[in-house]
């Protein structure tokens, strides 16, 4: 794992603490790579990691929340799990490093508000009293300002999401990422082994397209040595509002989650169906859990609900 990466470093720069600094292929025409490979960029240990470490010393319980393909709807459903612990009296903090994406604040509707700081160092943005959260987009000057950064300047803002910002204390922080395994996921593993991580929840789509990518994510967990908690099957099935009939809207060519689980030997957490009512809730910055318009015994209220159960009982009876 990198220990750390120069500012002028070329994109996925493996760090100079590694054993492959001024070796591999990110470093070719790098100006750091000669230095690298006779080993005299290696540093000291990163400074920031004490720092870090008190930060995160109120935070219980720590979750990352992965995707192989983008759009099967992660950072929808971390925020509704971040809505269902809540409903439970769980204190939630999430942390949206899906830096050139950031969507988090738009679900959880505190799009447009700006990140203060203090002495402590920047506050969180809260949604209520047991819910805050931390994006980028808070830092930008508008919503619609591209995010143009290499892999050290994500690296670099990922550090500032866990060492600058005051978290106070939380029973869960869960950690949206962009989809994949890049430099973000990378930060992430290297912050989180310090301090500790619970594990990751990977959500996918039924069909094989998405499969394909949520199995390199499974083989990258456990490369780089993070617990898997379980999968989540987003957009499961649609149930008709009107007659309660189910389609199968994304077919399952290779049987779904459910099989590849079976196979690879990970945890079935649940299914969540698509469900017009979660799509508006998202859009318009709502908690489908006490939204008005929502039915409370609704299959994704309950699959929600039964999904955070498996989670704080992994969690907390570990």
């Not at 971390?78 to 679900?107: F, H, Q, W």
Request: aromatic share 6%.
């Amino acid at each position: 794992m990198a220990s750390d990466v120069p500012s002028n470093a070329a994109e996925h720069c493996p760090g100079t603490g590694s054993d492959q600094a001024g070796k591999s292929t990110p470093c070719k025409g790098c100006p750091n790579q000669r230095v690298c490979s006779t080993g005299g960029a290696k540093s000291a240990p990163d400074p920031d990691i004490e720092t870090i470490k008190e930060r995160m010393v109120g935070i219980r319980h720590k979750l990352v929340i992965l995707s192989g393909k983008g759009g099967v709807g992660k950072s929808t459903i971390t925020a509704n799990l971040a809505y269902a612990l809540c409903e439970s009296g769980k204190r939630v903090s999430v942390i949206d490093v899906d830096i050139c994406g950031p969507s988090m604040p738009r679900i959880l509707g505190v799009e447009g508000e700006t990140v203060h700081q203090s002495a402590a160092g920047w506050s969180p943005v809260f949604i209520d009293e047991n819910l805050n959260t931390m994006s980028i987009s808070f830092l930008l000057p508008t919503d619609d300002e591209a995010v143009i950064f290499r892999g050290p300047r994500k690296n670099g803002l990922i550090k500032q999401f866990f060492r600058d910002v005051d978290w106070g204390e939380a029973d869960y922080m869960l950690i949206d990422t962009p989809p994949g395994t890049s430099d973000e996921h990378l930060s992430i593993v290297q912050y989180l082994g310090v301090v500790g991580c619970d594990g990751v929840i990977i959500v996918t789509t039924p069909q094989e397209l998405s499969l394909l990518d949520v199995r390199k994510e499974i083989n990258f967990c456990r490369r780089v040595g993070l617990t898997i908690i379980g999968v989540i099957e987003n957009m499961k099935e649609f149930v008709c509002p009107s007659c309660h009939g189910i389609s199968d809207i994304f077919y399952g060519s290779t049987g779904g989650a459910q099989a590849m689980c079976a196979a690879m030997n990970v945890p079935y957490l649940g299914g969540i169906c698509l469900d017009p009512r979660l799509g508006e809730a998202s859009d318009l910055g709502r908690n489908l859990l006490q939204d008005s318009n929502s039915d409370s015994q609704s299959e994704t209220v309950k699959s929600f609900l039964n999904i955070r159960s498996k989670i704080t009982e992994f969690c907390e009876n570990d």
